[in-house]
């Protein structure tokens, strides 16, 4: 089945730079990766997603990258604030059509 | 629309016994499922189902048990609670695969 890794498992970056999250999966075929956003008490939220046939997609300041040749993907923040602060979760569909997630990491962005 | 109810928010359970975690949603989505977070290991798969009256066993599966009567609701069993059980556990459904999940608040677990 699919595996998705995310590597770091936190990150810390000052207010105002940017913040890159990566993950790889495993399953060639997988066509969809969505990614979550999970704060303190409070279930995963979506916050941008990216299917197979597109290599790049952008909503104001969040950004997410595909690389299928090498299977990863990346969340890229910029101008990251405070309220960033949050674990975030990639994940991918696989050949049997379910979610599979990373184990997350948590972004701190320091005042 | 109120999305994925989840309840109850807490609950402090003692081995042996049972309790069921409730989820409905009203988006009329046809696929459901439920996870279960520990820290560190993120999101496991415990049960699914892609319409009313089909269930099918995720990553996760022993000691629980599901049953999908409407599209709306998605219950979870826990039959003989043990601490291996203590987690958050959280409901989500989406109209179709390749679609973004939406999650409920979650249900937070303790066994005793």
């Known amino acids: 089945g699919e595996n998705v890794e995310q590597h770091p498992s936190t990150l810390s970056v000052q207010e105002g730079d940017s913040a890159v999250i990566k993950c790889t999966y495993s399953?060639?075929?997988?066509?969809?990766f969505p990614w979550y956003k999970q704060e303190l008490g409070k279930g995963p939220q979506l916050i941008i997603d990216?299917?197979?046939?597109?290599g790049e997609k952008k909503d104001q300041r969040i950004a997410v990258t595909l690389n299928k040749t090498a299977k990863h993907f990346s969340l890229h923040i910029t101008e990251t604030q405070p309220e960033d602060s949050a674990v975030y979760f990639c994940?991918?569909?696989?050949?049997?059509?379910?979610?599979?997630f990373g184990k997350g990491i948590t972004l701190s962005v320091r005042p | 629309n109120a999305g994925v109810t989840q309840t109850p928010k807490f609950r402090i359970l003692k081995i042996g016994q049972s309790m069921t975690l409730q989820c409905t949603q009203d988006?009329?989505?046809?696929?459901m499922y439920w996870y279960r977070q520990d820290p560190g290991m993120g999101l496991k798969l415990i049960y699914y189902?892609?319409?009313?009256?089909?269930?099918d066993k995720g990553e996760v599966p022993n000691g629980y048990n599901v049953s999908r009567s409407t599209t709306e609701d998605f219950p979870l069993r826990l039959e003989l609670a043990a601490p291996s059980q203590t987690s958050v556990y959280f409901c989500?459904?989406?109209?179709?695969?390749?679609?973004?999940?939406?999650f409920g608040s979650g249900t937070r677990l303790t066994i005793v």
């Open positions: 994940a991918a569909t696989g050949a049997n059509s379910k979610l599979t």
């Open positions: 990216i299917r197979s046939n597109v």
């Open positions: 989500a459904s989406t109209i179709n695969t390749g679609y973004g999940y939406t």
């Open positions: 399953d060639s075929a997988s066509n969809y």
């Open positions: 189902s892609v319409g009313a009256g089909i269930t």
């Open positions: 988006m009329n989505h046809n696929y």
